[in-house]
């Protein structure tokens, strides 16, 4: 008898972490609607912000006047590493981490230093306890995520470019494709390259291309407009990552709840099983009994 | 229509206007400029401080925390770090934010720190610009 009163008890164990998998899951569907209403809502002003670095881009400036923009030789790279802030999403935050690492790996293999930036708790959790040098780290901020936040992160990054520590800067996080697919992205943001800024997905002006008036000079604008291309990089980043977070938690708690079923009716079947065959021993004990007593 | 130019005020959380107005007025580095239709290709940042547009005769007031503008095309987009028409501007918030900006100031002042006095002098700015502007 104490076998079955166990099953029953890992059955009703299992049918509650259903329910708090399958709530997770609605959590989280709702979540991702916020979330990719903010990608939305932010689209606009990073798609103008490219259209017009790509018009200044087009004006003929010289890429190494501008600390921002001048490329020298690597010796330090830092990545700037966007994780989420909570668990239980599968291995969206797993899949950056290793990333990191394979990139690391091979900064080393070049003969390069390499550091990290955290923003998300978990990357910074995980390479907390490793050696690689961490410069900077953002956390718990994931779940509000705000401009400010990016141009946080993004003033430290350009002081530490400035400053000479780091050389090179790379962006790794979740890039959003759909609900079911979210990837790990790495794009270089310092030094600023206008090569891709004149393909950039900003609209292409149309009619003849107009003679700008600037105001102030283009090298001014620029000097302005180059820390915030960083920090409009970053946030897309963040807001990318806390897109594919929600995302990636749906199809985790999707399949966690999907386990549980299965246990459940696996555990339920053994259940009746057993139930059953006590039943014929007691059947058998009873009609073995009368037997006797003939 | 033919006398408009289309207007967008946009921000990192929000499409805040896109609209054909008449005259828009935006606080530019250099100083206070205006774009009426087929204006000449201009590309400025700006300031903080207050720009406005007109249209069929309303004037809407904005309060912009500086970003930098593009015209084209008969076409002004403004891009803002933040922007707040003079009717969503909350008065009292933007009050406490003097009020904390005024504090910030003197500290800095007292510490002679660059950057704080910088930062403390930008959020004294903005907070008076909002404060003017929802004042009419």
Redesign the interface.
Same mark, same amino acid.
């Not at chain 1, 107009?210 to 102030?216: D, G, H, I, R, V």
């Not at chain 2, 946009?10 to 499409?15: C, F, K, N, Y």
């Given at each position: 008898m104490a076998a079955l009163k166990d099953i029953k008890l890992k059955i009703v164990g299992i049918k509650k972490t259903a329910q708090i998998t399958q709530a997770m899951n609605m959590v989280a569907a709702a979540k991702l609607r916020g979330a990719q209403q903010?990608m939305e809502?932010?689209r $606009?002003?990073a798609e103008?912000?490219s259209?017009?670095m790509a018009?200044?881009a087009g004006a003929g400036i010289n890429p190494d006047a501008f600390p921002l923009m001048a490329a020298r030789p690597v010796k330090k790279v830092m990545l700037i590493l966007v994780t989420s802030d909570r668990g239980l999403c599968g291995a969206f935050n797993s899949n950056l981490i290793r990333d990191t690492e394979k990139f690391l790996k091979a900064q080393q293999g070049e003969g390069r230093e390499g550091c990290l930036a955290c923003v998300g708790k978990k990357g910074n959790a995980f390479f907390k306890k490793s050696p690689v040098e961490i410069l900077h780290s953002s956390v718990g901020i994931m779940d509000n995520i705000q401009?400010f936040n990016a141009r946080q992160v993004g003033q430290e990054v350009i002081n530490l470019f400035l400053e000479g520590k780091v050389d090179e800067v790379q962006l790794l996080y979740g890039r959003f494709i759909n609900v079911a697919v979210q990837r790990p992205t790495m794009n270089r943001i310092l030094p600023i390259s206008t090569e891709g800024l004149e393909e950039g997905e900003g609209e292409k002006?149309?009619?003849p291309r107009?003679?700008?008036?600037?105001?102030?000079d283009?090298e001014?604008?620029l000097n /302005?407009?180059l820390p915030?291309f960083v920090n409009?990089q970053i946030?897309h980043a963040m807001l990318e990552t806390g897109a594919s977070e929600q995302a990636a938690r749906m199809t985790a708690m999707d399949n966690a709840t999907r386990a549980c079923k299965d246990m459940i009716a696996d555990l339920t079947m053994v259940y009746n099983k057993a139930r059953q065959s006590a039943i014929t021993a007691e059947l058998m004990d009873i009609v073995g009994g009368a037997e006797a007593l003939k | 229509m033919a006398n408009k130019i289309l207007l967008?005020v946009?921000? $990192?959380?929000?499409?805040l206007v896109s609209e054909e107005v008449e005259l828009a007025t935006a606080p530019?580095?250099?100083g206070v400029?205006g774009a009426m239709a087929n204006h000449?290709?201009?590309?400025?940042?700006l300031k903080i401080g207050e720009m406005h547009y007109l249209n069929e005769g309303n004037t809407v007031r904005i309060a912009l925390s500086g970003g930098?503008c593009?015209v084209? /095309?008969n076409r002004m987009?403004v891009?803002a770090?933040?922007a707040e028409l003079s009717t969503e501007i909350d008065v009292e918030r933007a009050l406490r934010a003097k009020e904390r900006a005024e504090r910030r100031l003197q500290e800095a002042e007292a510490r002679k720190g660059d950057i704080d006095l910088a930062r403390a002098q930008a959020a004294f700015v903005r907070a008076l610009t909002r404060i003017h502007i929802a004042g009419h």
């Open positions: 903010r809502d932010f $606009p002003y103008k912000f259209g017009v018009e200044l401009m002006s149309e009619g107009a003679t700008y008036t600037y105001e102030p283009p001014e604008i /302005n407009l915030m409009v946030m | 967008e946009v921000t $990192p959380s929000r499409l530019g580095t250099d400029f000449s290709p201009l590309l400025a940042t930098f593009d084209s /095309n987009t891009l770090e933040s």
